[in-house]
């Protein structure tokens, strides 16, 4: 069974920076890709962004040019670098990895921007 463990979450000013970082640990099948998705209150999970094992990566057009996923998929890591974080990017981000045997979701963590 795979664990997803996240860090780096935490509240920041608009305009500033954070970068989240996620690890996997346990026996699971060949990871085919890791990202990001995020779930702000009363709204619906959305992916933020994704980096594949042929380091295709693929980001919300809401983030593009602002964020940046980057990690070791062969280690089954991945981090994203948030920058000029605005209000609306207040929500809880998870970390998902996609392997042979399905998805598997970290328990989020949570990231708040103050205007």
């Known amino acids: 069974q795979v664990q997803l463990v996240e860090s780096g979450g935490g509240l920041v000013q608009a305009g500033g920076s954070l970068r989240l970082s996620c690890a996997a640990s346990g026996n699971y099948a060949r990871t085919l890709g890791m990202g990001w998705y995020r779930q702000a209150p009363g709204k619906e999970r959305e992916q933020v962004a994704t980096?594949?094992?042929?380091?295709?990566?693929n980001y919300a057009p809401s983030v593009k040019g602002r964020f940046i996923v980057s990690g070791d998929i062969a280690k089954s890591t991945v981090d994203l670098q948030m920058n000029s974080l605005q209000p609306d990017d207040t929500a809880v981000y998870y970390c998902?990895?996609?392997?042979?045997?399905?998805?598997?979701w970290g328990q989020g963590t949570q990231v708040t921007v103050s205007a």
């Open positions: 980096l594949t094992n042929d380091r295709r990566t």
């Open positions: 998902v990895l996609a392997a042979d045997g399905g998805l598997t």
